[in-house]
């Protein structure tokens, strides 16, 4: 039996990835990739959404590959390329943009929420069409499962639709896929405003925890994460959503689960119990940081390897796209 294959993006629109970016995605993606046929996309196209500086989004592109491959992603194993390097994407969102209506697209929360952010008239058509041509990532590959963050299910609700509505009027084309959703790291808060979501566009940077950052700024931005009234370490969502989000951080990078640190730290206080967290992280980002800095300073092969990534996924985009053109009904090319 083929092992069922996996699909999914990340944006590079950030010099580096947060803890909620690892945790929620590629720690899962490395994990996949045991078990799974697996395609991981750096997704510029969708970062050109909302205006990006050129030389910025070519420095991101390369710090998104590089940290994915230095995270644990096997280049033998895994397809590991950029969207923009596999021109199907745009071609077959343009198709199921022609299958979206209207107000199907304006139901897309999350283009509500950015683009109330710009204003409503600011934001890009792109922005309003995201969406699409996410479903369009997904399907070209037949995509199995898409391992993404609970904030995502209406886009996979969404690429299930499209997919079937091709497939009911044009003939059996695409594989429709699952979400897959780990419950655990759906909650990374902000260390500022543990109510919040750790998000580059939200969290000031003493929220943060970026995975290229130094141990020493870590280890600082721990220790001054807000806590709860109290001295008690507890899970308690309501009351304590600082210590709640720190015990779930630890958990998850130490593999310890929730109520055995509770246990571990009982009558200690929040210090002890910080420097813990500070030390995981601390000690979960430093090899990261310098893979990716010797992936960064060997720009050409760092290139070279999502040239093979991009091969690899075109071989199979052409194959789907060679089928939607057909059942579309473009007319062969020569
Ligand atoms: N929209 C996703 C996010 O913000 C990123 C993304 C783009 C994606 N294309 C994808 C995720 C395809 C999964 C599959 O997280």
Known sequence: MARPRVLSGIQPTADSFHLGNYLGAVRQW??????????????DLHAITVPTEPDALRRRSRVAAAQLFAAGLDPERSTVFVQSHVREHTELAWVLICLTGMGEAGRMTQFK???AKFGESAASVGLFTYP???????????????????????????????GQRFNHRFGDTFRLPEPYILKEVEKITD???PTAKMSKSSSSPAGILDVLEQPGPLRKKVMRAVTDTGSEVLFDEENKPGISNLLRIQSALT?????????????QGYGTFKKDVAEAVAETFTPIRERTEKLLA???????????GAGRASAVAKETMAQVRDKVGFLPTL
């Open 30 to 43: 490395v994990t996949m990739q045991e078990t799974h046929d697996a395609f991981y996309c750096v997704v």
């Open 113 to 115: 929420d950015k683009s």
């Open 132 to 162: 699409i041509l996410q479903a369009a990532d997904i399907l070209l590959y037949q995509a199995d499962r898409v391992p993404v963050g609970a904030d995502q299910k209406q886009h996979l609700e969404l690429t299930r639709d499209l």
């Open 191 to 193: 260390l500022q405003d």
């Open 255 to 267: 593999g310890t689960p929730i109520p055995e640190l509770v246990a571990r730290y009982e009558g």
């Open 298 to 308: 060997d720009e050409k092969e760092l290139d070279r390897m999502l040239a093979v």
